[in-house]
């Protein structure tokens, strides 16, 4: 299991790479091996302004469904669009090209309450 110090993390199971004033979100390793095989992503948020802890979206895998949560509150800008027709590239990459988000972020100061590598190694006991 992969947890990449340069990026934050919340309980939800989502990271986050911090771009100046925006950000680019996805989940992380831990959280797509626990979901299995990803065969769909659906998110419609793109050009939605949505608050911290909002549902942006599902991850559909052979076994479940589950939400996707914003990070940090802020405008969904993009929406990964190689997920539309390779979902799976959430399993095989996912702090690359598994990405799912782009969010121009409307108080870039909420970074601070997501967790470190650290911390969430420490919630997933890696």
């Known amino acids: 299991m992969t947890i990449p110090a340069d990026l934050r993390y919340t309980k939800d199971h989502e990271w986050v790479r911090i771009e100046g004033d925006s950000a680019i979100v996805g989940i ?25 802890e909002a ?6 895998a052979v076994k479940t469904v589950s939400d996707l949560f914003m990070p940090l509150g802020g405008t969904v800008v993009e929406v990964n669009p190689a997920l539309a027709s390779d979902a799976s590239l959430v399993n095989t990459d996912p702090y690359g090209q598994g990405w799912m988000v782009r969010v121009k972020l409307s108080d870039p100061s909420q970074a601070s309450g997501l967790m470190t590598a650290e911390s969430y190694k420490a919630l997933v006991g890696g």
């Open 28 to 52: 992380t390793d831990f959280a797509q091996g626990e979901l299995g095989d990803i065969v769909f992503i659906d998110i419609k948020a793109e050009g939605e302004a949505l608050d911290q």
């Open 55 to 60: 549902v942006f979206g599902t991850v559909e």
